[in-house]
């Protein structure tokens, strides 16, 4: 949902999806000092036809110029602001388990605009430890780690039996966002924004692609 001329337009959220795609080509383009580029020579980078293209940046703001295409670092500046990311989010992770623990090693957060702070854990084992530079402190200090950060976004790494309870914390603390590994629906309030990554959803559906072409 955004603001555009006085209007709220619901963006369809297949749009939304196509939006980080988007934005990480036009970094790999402004890397390779490319200055411009047409709907039809994007699409074909991307994936999607050029109408396709066209239609889902005007959602939000009118970017190429007919005979012209796209300016490569202004839509990549423009898509940025778009997602939020032209300034820096503030992140926690609970659970650093294995699963955390890849995220916290494996993930780029800062090159994207993403700042993971530090690391949660009710396993005294791990508390106190560091990793690849992320600290891990006790699940009983994250209310007021969160109040006194400025932390906007918690990432969930937690079993299904713990996210829950986990989720209710960082929206009790104020967090404005979940990114959720757990393999459950979170209830959360509606101004809440919840990203699942439900692994094993992902595989299903390919599965499905899969069984669909033998």
Do not use: C
């Not at 297949?14 to 020579?41: C, M, N, Q, T």
């Not at 079993?159 to 914390?169: F, G, I, R």
Request: aromatic share 6%; hydrophobic share 40%.
């Amino acid at each position: 949902m955004i603001h555009k001329e006085g209007k709220t337009i619901v963006i369809p959220t297949a749009v939304i999806k196509r939006l980080p795609k988007y934005h990480r080509h036009l970094g790999k383009l402004l890397k390779k000092g490319v200055e411009k580029i047409s709907s039809r020579e994007f699409g074909e980078i991307v994936g999607v036809s050029a109408p396709q293209l066209r239609q889902d940046l005007n959602h939000f703001g009118n970017f190429g110029q007919q005979g012209y295409g796209y300016n490569v670092e202004k839509l990549y500046n423009a898509l940025a602001k778009v997602m939020g990311i032209e300034k820096k989010s503030n992140m926690v992770l609970v659970g650093v388990g294995n699963l955390g623990q890849a995220l916290i090693s494996a993930t780029d957060f800062k090159r994207r605009g993403f700042n993971l702070l530090t690391a949660f854990d009710i396993n005294p084992r791990l508390v106190g430890m560091t990793i690849n530079g992320i600290k891990v402190r006790d699940i009983i200090n994250l209310d007021q780690y969160v109040k006194d950060n400025d932390i906007n976004i918690g990432i969930i790494a937690v079993p299904e039996e713990s996210a829950q309870d986990v989720a209710n914390q960082l929206v009790s603390a104020g967090v404005k966002g979940i990114w959720n590994f757990a393999p459950v629906d979170l209830k959360v309030p509606k101004e809440i924004s919840v990203e699942n990554e439900h692994l094993t959803e992902g595989l299903l559906r390919l599965s499905f692609k899969i069984k669909g072409e033998m």
